[in-house]
């Protein structure tokens, strides 16, 4: 499937669009749609428009939504939702399901829209995106989302995601990487209750569980952003030393144990090494069979010095 290029939004399907000037519902140049125009503004009825299955935003501030519906009983609908044409008597949602919500609950039956000719579902989840990033409605979590089924539905690459949203690749790569911690800890940041940073730190701990102690001490103790890297980092440093020691001890048995049968090889007979516990260095133990194996081990010693 060929990519689209619609990292500008709206704007680079409608040309003539001024994002500067917000069109008002009851402005006389918005006319109701006829049923066969693209690319325009247009006035069309609520009842006719099919939600967005590839809506990014999944959660709903009803505060917010209350405080959207008495603005648009007050001031109408300054900002169009945008929709694209399934026949002459339907549409399907691209972006505005909270202007759609609101404008419900205030009893409108119109509401304006952008029309777009979007062709493919591509199409549509990249312009729900852009429009939701534009406008700051999707809290991390949302967007990361939406980034992660961006690549897995649509293949694409962390840098090409960049550059349809106007971000840097490695903010890209960061936000997804939210999707690897605890959905508690994932739900925490979509409330607002700790902050990107926070998680940022969180994601650095080895595992889950630990993730999730350390989550728990930032909300008990209202933890900032540095005092919670500090407290990552004192966690994760003994696991660290101690997986380092472990790999030291590893390295020096298999040490210990080519040296033992390298000696062993070249004395013919069975040596021990023995490491001491409390301090550096050790015994070797050499065994003999006879008077005349020790005799044999003294003159290879002695072959040895020479």
Same mark, same amino acid.
């Given at each position: 499937?060929?990519? &689209?290029?619609?990292?500008?939004?709206?704007?680079?399907?409608?040309?003539?669009?001024?994002? %500067?000037? /917000?069109?008002?519902?009851?402005?006389?140049?918005?006319?109701?749609?006829?049923?066969?125009?693209?690319? #325009?503004?247009?006035? =069309?009825?609520?009842?006719?428009?099919?939600?967005?299955?590839?809506?990014?935003?999944?959660?709903?501030?009803?505060? $917010?939504?209350?405080?959207?519906?008495?603005?648009? +009983?007050?001031?109408?609908?300054?900002?169009?939702?945008? &929709?694209?044409?399934?026949?002459?008597?339907?549409?399907?949602?691209?972006?505005?399901?909270?202007?759609?919500?609101?404008?419900?609950? $205030?009893?409108?039956?119109?509401?304006?829209? *952008? =029309?777009?000719?979007? $062709?493919?579902?591509?199409?549509?989840?990249?312009?729900?995106?852009? %429009?939701?990033?534009?406008?700051?409605?999707? !809290?991390?979590?949302?967007?990361?989302?939406?980034?992660?089924?961006?690549?897995?539905?649509?293949?694409? #690459?962390?840098?090409?995601?960049?550059?349809?949203?106007?971000? !840097?690749?490695?903010?890209?790569?960061?936000?997804?990487?939210?999707?690897?911690?605890?959905?508690?800890?994932?739900?925490?940041?979509?409330?607002?209750? =700790?902050?990107?940073?926070? $998680?940022?730190?969180?994601?650095? +701990?080895?595992?889950?569980?630990?993730?999730? @102690? &350390?989550?728990?001490?930032?909300?008990?103790?209202?933890?900032?952003?540095? @005092?919670?890297?500090?407290? &990552?980092?004192?966690?994760?440093? /003994?696991?660290?030393?101690?997986?380092?020691?472990?790999?030291?001890? *590893? #390295? +020096?048995?298999?040490? *210990?144990?080519?040296? #033992?049968?390298?000696?062993?090889? =070249?004395?013919?007979?069975?040596?021990?090494?023995?490491?001491?516990?409390?301090?550096?260095?050790?015994?070797?133990?050499?065994?003999?069979?006879? !008077?005349?194996? +020790?005799?044999?081990?003294?003159?290879?010693?002695?072959?040895?010095?020479?």
């Amino acid at each position: 499937m060929s990519k &689209v290029a619609l990292g500008k939004g709206l704007k680079a399907l409608i040309p003539s669009l001024d994002e %500067e000037k /917000p069109v008002e519902i009851n402005s006389e140049n918005i006319k109701v749609d006829t049923g066969n125009e693209v690319n #325009t503004i247009a006035k =069309i009825e609520i009842s006719r428009i099919d939600r967005n299955p590839l809506q990014p935003r999944i959660k709903f501030d009803p505060v $917010a939504l209350t405080e959207l519906k008495n603005s648009i +009983l007050e001031k109408g609908v300054i900002q169009p939702i945008t &929709v694209r044409r399934k026949s002459n008597e339907r549409y399907e949602l691209i972006s505005g399901e909270r202007r759609i919500r609101a404008s419900i609950e $205030a009893g409108l039956r119109l509401i304006p829209a *952008y =029309i777009i000719d979007v $062709a493919s579902n591509e199409e549509m989840l990249e312009l729900a995106i852009i %429009e939701n990033i534009q406008r700051e409605y999707l !809290d991390p979590i949302e967007m990361a989302q939406a980034f992660q089924r961006l690549a897995d539905e649509y293949h694409y #690459t962390h840098e090409e995601i960049a550059k349809k949203v106007s971000k !840097d690749r490695t903010t890209v790569t960061n936000l997804i990487r939210l999707l690897k911690l605890p959905e508690k800890i994932q739900e925490s940041i979509s409330k607002n209750e =700790i902050s990107i940073g926070h $998680a940022r730190a969180l994601i650095n +701990l080895p595992d889950l569980q630990t993730q999730l @102690e &350390v989550y728990n001490r930032i909300i008990k103790k209202g933890l900032s952003v540095r @005092e919670t890297e500090k407290l &990552v980092h004192s966690v994760s440093q /003994p696991k660290k030393q101690k997986k380092k020691n472990e790999q030291l001890k *590893y #390295t +020096l048995d298999l040490s *210990y144990d080519n040296v #033992t049968s390298r000696i062993r090889e =070249i004395l013919s007979t069975k040596v021990q090494i023995e490491k001491s516990k409390d301090r550096e260095g050790g015994r070797i133990y050499i065994e003999f069979y006879s !008077d005349e194996d +020790l005799n044999r081990l003294f003159e290879l010693f002695e072959t040895i010095q020479k």
